[in-house]
């Protein structure tokens, strides 16, 4: 290719990893090593989807910032919008077997990067609802206010039905479901590691 589009650092993923099975860290060490190896041969242009793309790309494979260009990623405002609140609240609640008034926190994404905060949350917060829509098939736990879901293409749906946006992620390149979230009119607590 002459030009590179980088969504993530293999190397900087691995490196803010904790608690993953020994195969997940050795396939994505394999994975590091194969990233360093093409960017070490690409003498072309990059586009990193964030700041921390940049830095980390300069930090693990010594690419030279004025090769990497930042172009964020967007969202899609007439799909996620505060409007979907009047449109989708009631029904997914009801589905979900939430009560209209019970304070609901939605995380979506890879649960390797949060699983123990989310856990951590949940414990300290029995009061709040913690809808989880992953397509992760590990580190899941139980909590009668714990309620984890398979992936959807109708997410929109599920920041409607929510109160506010929970991201406590190790490691996120730039982290799309914030944008998402905050589209749709949800507050967003996240962590500093999200691009």
Known sequence: ????????????????????????????????????????????PVIAVSRKILDELKQYYGIDDDRISVIPHGVDSERF?????NLHRETIRCQLNI????????????????????????????????????????????????QILPPTSELHRYYAAADAFVFPTTYDAFGMVVLEAMASGLPVFSSDQAG
């Open 99 to 146: 009560a209209q008034n019970q304070v609901v926190a939605l995380y979506v994404g890879d649960l390797t990067k949060a699983h123990n905060h989310l856990r951590d949350l949940s414990e300290v917060l029995p009061d709040v609802r913690f809808i989880i829509v992953t397509g992760s098939h590990a580190y899941h736990w139980q909590l009668p206010n714990v």
């Open 1 to 44: 290719p002459n030009v590179v589009t980088a969504h993530i650092c293999v190397a900087a993923y691995l490196n803010s990893l904790r608690n993953v099975s020994f195969q997940h860290r050795l396939s994505l060490r394999l994975m590091a090593a194969s990233e360093a190896r093409f960017y070490r041969q690409h003498k072309g």
């Open 81 to 85: 919008n505060p409007s979907n609140r």
